[in-house]
């Protein structure tokens, strides 16, 4: 099946910890996109990448890094940095930047204990 | 999970009925729309979209109203059923911004 692939579904971490959430897609789509949800919010975006090997940070892009080595990988760090981390994060991608619709896996839950 | 739409506006309709979910955007230079859907734990689903020099485009018991003149988009469900249950975003996009914004959903609960 075509889609969008977040790994794990649900992840805790310690303080002071980095993880980093898994994003996979075969839609051979160029751009993709890290989001973060907080109940009662709309999604903010964290990082984007346009293509390989190129990616621009987004409104709230402190905490967080990411890399853009294969087209269809696109994996998000959430390092010791971030204050706040937990939250649900949503990867996207889209055919390019501009009027194209973005397509959203399933999400990964973070929870810092 | 955790809910992620715990503050958001609801909007209750009764099975059957045809529900109207409404949004205001910002950008008065926006020029495309998109509609999600989201259900309980669950990523956004894209359901409809719709460009600037359109004022209304349908799908599958779905219908999408762009008023430009008040930066007023509304989604309209027919013949509301369970299923449809969801927090719902709308999103504008501008060419000149080349930024997608969300807002911040609306809770549809449908009742039997």
């Known amino acids: 099946d075509g889609g969008i692939t977040q790994s794990p579904k649900y992840l805790f971490r310690k303080e002071g910890q980095n993880v980093t959430l898994s994003c996979e897609q075969n839609l051979n789509h160029d751009a993709m996109y890290w989001y973060r949800q907080d109940p009662g919010q709309g999604l903010r975006l964290i990082y984007y990448s346009q293509i390989v090997n190129d990616f621009q940070k987004g409104d709230i892009a402190e905490g967080y890094s990411v890399s853009r080595e294969k087209k269809e990988s696109f994996p998000l760090t959430v390092t010791s940095a971030q204050k706040n981390p937990t939250a649900f994060y949503l990867c996207?991608?889209?055919?390019?930047?501009?009027?194209?619709?973005?397509?959203f896996g399933e999400g990964s839950w973070l929870t810092v204990v | 999970g955790e809910s992620v739409g715990l503050h958001l506006p609801t909007l209750s309709v009764q099975e059957g009925d045809n529900s109207i979910i409404n949004c205001a955007y910002s950008n008065s230079a926006s020029d495309y729309f998109i509609w999600y859907k989201q259900e309980s734990g669950k990523g956004p689903q894209f359901i409809i979209d719709i460009r600037s020099n359109m004022d209304k485009r349908q799908g599958q018991r779905v219908t999408v109203l762009l008023n430009k003149t008040v930066k007023h988009l509304s989604l309209q469900i027919a013949a509301t059923q369970p299923g449809d249950s969801a927090v719902y975003f709308c999103a504008e996009n501008s060419l000149a911004t080349d930024k997608l914004i969300f807002g911040t959903g609306t809770r549809l609960q449908v009742f039997p």
């Open positions: 996207a991608s889209s055919i390019g930047r501009g009027e194209n619709t973005i397509y």
